[in-house]
Antibody, heavy 118, light 110 residues
Framework: EVHLLESGGGLVQPGGSLRLSCAASGFTFNNYAMTWVRRAPGKGLEWVSSVLGSALNTYYADSVKGRFTISRDNSKNTLYLQLNSLRGDDTAVYYC???????????WGQGTLVTVSS | QSVLTQPPSASAAPGQRVTISCSGSSSNVGSNTVNWYQQLPGAAPKLLIYTNSQRPSGVPDRFSGSKSGTSASLAISGLRSEDEADYYCAAWDDSLNGAVFGGGTKLTVL
């Protein structure tokens, strides 16, 4: 059974940084692209970033480009998202999801909450 | 403003049928397949329909999807109270080189 478990969320001041992790199990991790999607309070889902299985190719939404960095450690079956220069509108639940091509995300974690506030 | 346009809300009585629309453009829905996600209150999103009309294992056949041109739709028949959720369409956008979601539709079962 596929299992994705996010961690690393919390309260951070504007301009601060945070690193999210997603521990994966139940499938061959390096065979799959992985993705971060977020949902801000009162708003809908927003694709944030994706990385292919090889980790050589990364993709970002314009809203986070230059501030967030996605990476993965296939030896640890773990996906990461480094969040820098955080702003209030980055406040959201961040979900880790398996998949990417054609917006096909077939398994999701339970999410981790990031709150950006002074 | 979301790239894909959905009605913010929909409602119907138990047992009835409801349809949720998703409107895009030639760079997303018009040239790529559409997926639908269901997010129950307090839960993570779940893949409901993929490649326009395919159901993952375990999704009841009460849920169906279709696509025509730059629009797609999700239909739910035999509505149940447990279908109350937010529903999102999603597709790849060739111009943005990324995935795009609709704004979501909150379904209320009356």
């Amino acid at each position: 059974e596929v299992h994705l478990l996010e961690s690393g969320g919390g309260l951070v001041q504007p301009g601060g940084s945070l690193r999210l992790s997603c521990a994966a199990s139940g499938f061959t991790f390096n065979n799959y692209a992985m993705t971060w999607v977020r949902r801000a309070p009162g708003k809908g889902l927003e694709w944030v970033s994706s990385v292919l299985g090889s980790a050589l190719n990364t993709y970002y939404a314009d809203s986070v480009k230059g501030r967030f960095t996605i990476s993965r450690d296939n030896s640890k079956n773990t996906l990461y998202l480094q969040l820098n220069s955080l702003r209030g509108d980055d406040t959201a639940v961040y979900y880790c999801a398996r998949g990417f091509p054609l917006a096909h995300f077939d398994n999701w974690g339970q999410g981790t909450l990031v709150t950006v506030s002074s | 403003q979301s790239v894909l346009t959905q009605p913010p809300s929909a409602s119907a009585a138990p047992g009835q049928r409801v349809t949720i629309s998703c409107s895009g453009s030639s760079s997303n829905v018009g040239s790529n397949t559409v997926n639908w996600y269901q997010q129950l209150p307090g839960a993570a999103p779940k893949l409901l329909i993929y490649t326009n009309s395919q159901r993952p294992s375990g999704v009841p056949d009460r849920f169906s999807g279709s696509k025509s041109g730059t629009s797609a739709s999700l239909a739910i028949s035999g509505l149940r109270s447990e279908d109350e959720a937010d529903y999102y369409c999603a597709a790849w956008d060739d111009s943005l080189n990324g995935a795009v979601f609709g704004g979501g539709t909150k379904l209320t079962v009356l």
